[in-house]
């Protein structure tokens, strides 16, 4: 499958780098010749300088016999019309970011007319993001399934948890709230555990569940933020994001405050945002911080364009006791490091981005088979994968007790989802056609539930 990615920023270099290591035939389209050059030295890419925008360079980079264009440059107007040229050219497919709110207002129109495939907007996934984190204060991330039935969260297991100790098998025959642990993340190793696990603290548990059976599983273990119904949320930063996410929240009946230095960008949100409470002001200035009432907030959620100032932004708000804190961070090296601070929700654009391009990658590649990947989500740095796979036709797993099938090892099918019901299945359950199945995974590139059958 040969794929052209035009725009060697931090979304398209990302994406070379896991798509070239999935064998995918990757050509990189960038003007800046030195960024193209540090691209082909650490990646197996074929690298064509130019704009995406021009229809020679889009030849001489091999569009017109490619699978798949992906326009991820910095510019929506670009993307948009690289994606055009390439539909002309012979693309099969094409894949634009779309940052714009006005743009993606009226995304239907402009798929249709300009023949995209998929359109992606990574301030509006991020935002998505975050209200799912608000709807679930316990957790340090959510991924949602089968358009949201099924959830995989991510929390850590405080040293006074009194999962501490425990086996999974014991806190299922405990607690008897239908949930279920599909990866644990401890120190630098990760597993896919069986029922004798048995959990300590700073263990970090990726666990499945509906929403509802979630929450209950949190408060049945006393946790405090599960306690927590955010209703007051202090924004700090005023992008894309920032909009995108004061939107939802105010939909959701949140009050939601945002903190903003440029005054022009105050005044616009004022505008587009009116039921918003828009302060202009430095967030970094902590005597501001308490003078707009971040004592009295249930969650912080740190925005700006600087990873360093989300950092200390975020320190300060732990400092005063905000019940729920997020941050967001750009580089992805600093992630593990802000962890380590105990700033456990952490939220990137450019991963949530790659993650959608990917999950329809997959989806293409399968699609003539008995299963299609709806949706995927790398977790624990990419170690592990959750894959949701639809159901299409039968074959040699489906209709079978799940106990006449062998799996091989650190693979595990978390659950099934049936006419809206989730099943956490048993040996005696089987898959059937028309099911959404989840699998969580240590193999790579996993395309088929086949691959994961001894």
């Not at 006791?321 to 700033?343: H, S, T, Y």
Request: glycine share 6%; net charge negative; proline share 2%.
């Amino acid at each position: 499958m040969k794929i052209v990615i035009i725009g060697d920023g931090k979304v398209g270099y990302m994406l070379a780098k896991k798509l070239s290591e999935e064998d995918y035939d990757i050509v990189l389209i960038d003007s800046n010749e030195k960024k193209l050059g540090e691209a082909m030295n650490r990646l197996d890419v074929f690298c064509v300088t130019g704009e995406g925008g021009s229809v020679e360079v889009q030849k001489s980079a091999g569009v017109p016999e490619a699978d798949l264009v992906i326009a991820c440059t910095s510019t929506d107007e670009c993307n948009m019309l690289s994606c055009l040229i390439a539909r002309r050219l012979g693309a099969r497919h094409t894949i634009a970011r779309v940052r714009n709110p006005i743009y993606f207002k009226q995304i239907d129109i402009l798929k249709e007319d300009l023949h995209l495939s998929m359109a992606v907007n990574p301030e509006m996934t991020v935002a998505g993001e975050i209200s799912r984190l608000l709807l679930v204060p316990s957790a340090s991330k959510v991924e949602t399934f089968v358009k949201g039935r099924v959830e995989l969260i991510e929390f850590p297991v405080i040293g006074d948890s009194s999962l501490v100790g425990m086996s999974l098998a014991q806190m299922y025959a405990k607690y008897q709230i239908k949930v279920l642990v599909c990866a644990v993340e401890r120190e630098s190793n990760v597993f896919i555990p069986d029922g004798e696990y048995v959990m300590q603290a700073g263990d970090r548990l990726h666990m499945a569940a509906s929403h509802a059976e979630i929450n209950d599983f949190f408060k049945t273990l006393g946790h405090k933020k599960a306690q927590t119904k955010i209703r007051r949320v202090l924004i700090c930063g005023g992008g894309r994001v920032s909009y995108y996410l004061a939107t939802r929240l105010c939909n959701m009946g949140m009050q939601v405050k945002i903190i903003e230095k440029d005054s022009e960008k105050c005044e616009n949100l004022c505008e587009i945002l009116p039921k918003v409470t828009i302060i202009n002001g430095d967030a970094s200035d902590h005597d501001l911080l308490i003078e707009e009432g971040i004592g009295e907030t249930d969650a912080f959620i740190a925005l700006t364009g600087m990873d360093e100032e989300n950092i200390i932004m975020a320190l300060f708000a732990q400092s005063q006791q905000v019940p729920k804190v997020i941050v967001k961070i750009n580089e992805e090296r600093r992630a593990r490091m802000v962890e380590d601070f105990g700033l456990d929700s952490v939220v990137s654009a450019k991963t949530a981005t790659a993650d959608a391009i990917l999950s329809y990658v997959r989806a293409r590649r399968n699609s003539q088979g008995s299963a299609n990947v709806e949706t995927m989500y790398q977790l624990v740095d990419g170690k592990v994968e959750a894959l949701e796979f639809a159901i299409k036709a039968k074959t040699r797993y489906t209709d079978i007790p799940l106990k006449e099938l062998s799996l091989k090892s650190n693979n595990l099918i978390a659950c099934i989802v049936r006419n809206r019901k989730i099943i956490y299945p048993s040996g005696d359950d089987c898959i059937r056609v028309g099911d959404n199945v989840i699998v969580v995974t240590m193999e790579k590139q996993i395309q088929d539930i086949e691959e994961i059958l001894l």
